[in-house]
């Protein structure tokens, strides 16, 4: 049989607050995103890759009408419209060393606060681990209220693993999913390079999602890590 040629092409992420699963892993930090309301006005939301750290943070911005940003998109000339109303600042921890955007956060970090409007903030790990090297950032930082994502259980797990493939258009049966949260590495990172690998196998050789596609994807991802 001849293979069909496969394209990346993106997937379309739905983002709403009901498309986000609650379970025990996550639901402290909905019911933190959800109260709006934080000590001192801030928030670090942290977790692993994948875990829905922006999927909240853009739950949180329709609910607030706030804003957006990568914190290593931060230029001098955002900071009076961003402080202007709510703000999430994204992947903190990627300017670490980056001296004029560490400054630029510290000062948005301020301004924010002193107009009365309150600042989300995320990253991958705890802020102790940001390793920034502005003390004074990283001390209000540090300062603020902190709620994690925690690694999956079962049941996230396959919601994730559902929402992924439904970002793709893909409906896979839920044998298919079953056996994947069974027999996968139990992180948010391999749920979307399976969904990911799935949807590029079953492109190039014409055929449904199924278990024994799954099985396949699984054995080749560990042979390939064994090599």
């Known amino acids: 049989m001849a293979r ?16 986000f699963f609650v379970s025990p892993a996550n639901a402290l930090a909905v019911a933190m995103i959800s109260a709006q309301v934080w000590p001192g006005g801030k928030l670090v939301l942290s977790g692993p890759m ?23 998109e931060l230029t001098e000339e955002m ?36 107009q009365g409007h309150a600042l989300l903030m995320t990253g991958q790990s705890a802020p102790g681990f940001w390793n920034l090297t502005l003390p004074d950032l990283t001390s209000r930082i540090e300062g603020a209220q902190h709620v994690a994502l925690e690694p999956p259980d079962d049941a996230l797990l396959g919601a994730v693993l559902a929402k992924l493939f439904i970002d793709r258009q893909l409906y896979p049966g839920p044998e298919v999913i079953a056996y994947l949260v069974k027999h996968m590495d139990r992180s948010f990172e391999a749920a979307a390079r399976n969904v990911a690998a799935l949807d590029r196998l079953a492109l190039a050789e014409r055929r449904e999602i199924t278990r024994a596609l799954a099985v396949r994807v699984l054995t080749a991802g560990a042979a390939g890590e064994r090599n």
């Open 79 to 114: 900071i009076p419209a961003l402080a202007a109303g709510p703000v999430a600042v994204e992947d903190v921890p990627a300017i670490a060393g980056d001296g004029t955007r560490e400054a630029l956060l510290f000062h948005l970090h301020n301004l924010t606060l002193a």
């Open 50 to 72: 994948g875990a829905g750290k922006t999927h909240l943070a853009h739950v949180w911005a329709a609910e607030t009408g706030g804003r957006i940003v990568a914190a290593a």
């Open 4 to 19: 069909q040629l496969s394209f990346d092409l993106p997937a379309m992420t739905a983002l709403g607050r009901e498309d």
